[in-house]
């Protein structure tokens, strides 16, 4: 086997670029999702390292030393992060000129060859779903013989070798949490509205929902939700209580863990047993009977995207979920002692500053604990970029989905809409929700219940603060 360096590369400071993270940027308080494609990977390859450097705070000379013990090197790009990322493999490449170098993520599925083309260093990316593509480039196949791959034939020239059928089988997947004990410090990651430290894991691949905007169905995961066998996931949760007796929560990353509703009890059920709080992703339509279940057996939060409080939006972006079932799921969630955080996108196509308002008072009328607000972000290949594209929204010549330090920027520009409008909402968004005395008191009541929450949330609400002044200062320059 190839000596096999997993990298998530260096990049802006607090960037937030994982597998995990459906908004690849920094955030407005310190986040880290946990690399779980690339662990996927370094648990199924022997002898080979997880590296994440943002989340570790590791700078370019601290993983420099790397390239010199490892033969190939597989680093996890995203759109926002490309060219830094770019800038990493070549400076690997200086140090190994021996060192292979792929690259894998949803940036180089959908435009594998002018990624490759992107510099001389990038040996190969992988396509598709990558995990069996980089195990067998690591067993020392030649690339002509990996399926799902783009690279440079001996003459040079970019040749693709045939797609790789998606994975059926999800239980040949190995567990990442021993990647995570072996390999990272889970004091490293969080997450503001979940305890911490928390693990956070894949039970599923894909998605059956069409959401527009949404970038991993349509770039890798796929929309037909591919899952692990409920003894499977549970197994590692009994691996988990064994290697993280610290650990407070366990999150299920899965686009829509609540799509498989029978399968989610059973593993709620077993969740149960094992005595683990737990929480996932879930679409705002879960039955009351289900939520009793889930709550019954360890549930504690539901990170939900609401997106928008405007029905035709929803239409527009294909979400399949009404206002109002949102709204009585949320009612359900709330009589069962659910927590939620609900996550919604501002600049989807139809937004008017009147959508803006009714979002906003929606929010607000349906009160979940906590919330994050994005900006529209048109991912190539996704639907909304090509929407996008078609429709003049997204100027060639002003494409970034971030700034200069990794904070999400309002590309997209609509003839009644503009961006400067979309990316002065957020802020707006945020202080009508978060500025209101009952909400005040309801956090100030939680942080008094809790020491520890009320160092942890003051922590927060400085990092929150300077990133309200950040955007401020950004709007002025």
Known sequence: MMRTLCLHPPSYEGFDGGAGSRYQAKREIRSFWYPTWLAQVAAIVPGSKLVDAPAAGLSLDDVLPLARQYELAVLHTSSPSFTGDVQVAEALKRANPALTV?????????????????????????????????????????LADVRGLTFRDPGGTVAHTADRPILEDMDRLPYVSDVYHRDLNVDDYFIGYLKHPYVSLYTGRGCRSRCTFCLWPQTVGGHRYRTRTAEHVLGEMARITELFPTVKEVFFDDDTFTDDRRRAEQIARGMGKLGLTWSCNAKAN??????KVLRENGLRLLLVGYESGDQQILINIKKGVRVERARQFTKDCRDLGITIHGTFILGLPGETTQT????????????????????????????????????????????????????????????????????DSVEDFYKQFYFRAGK??????????????????????????????????????
Do not use: C
């Open 102 to 142: 792929g690259f894998v993520g949803a940036k180089v599925a959908v435009e594998p060859e002018a990624s490759l083309l992107a510099s001389d260093a990038i040996d190969f990316v992988a396509r598709e779903e990558f995990d069996f593509t980089i195990a067998e480039i690591a067993e020392g196949r030649p």
């Open 356 to 423: 803006i308002k009714d979002t906003i008072r929606f929010a607000k009328e349906i009160n979940p604990h906590s919330l994050q607000v994005s900006i529209a972000a048109p991912y190539p290949g996704t639907a909304l970029y090509r929407q996008a594209r078609e429709n003049g929204w997204l100027p060639e010549d002003d494409t970034k989905l971030t700034d200069e330090r990794g904070i999400q920027t309002a590309a997209l520009n609509y003839p009644n809409l503009n961006r400067t409008e979309i990316y």
């Open 286 to 291: 879960v039955p009351y009977e289900t939520l």
């Open 440 to 477: 005040i008191a309801e956090m100030s009541a939680e942080m008094l219940r809790s020491p520890e929450m009320m160092k942890r949330r003051l922590r927060e609400g400085v990092e929150f603060i300077r990133f309200l002044r950040h955007r401020g200062s950004e709007e002025s320059a």
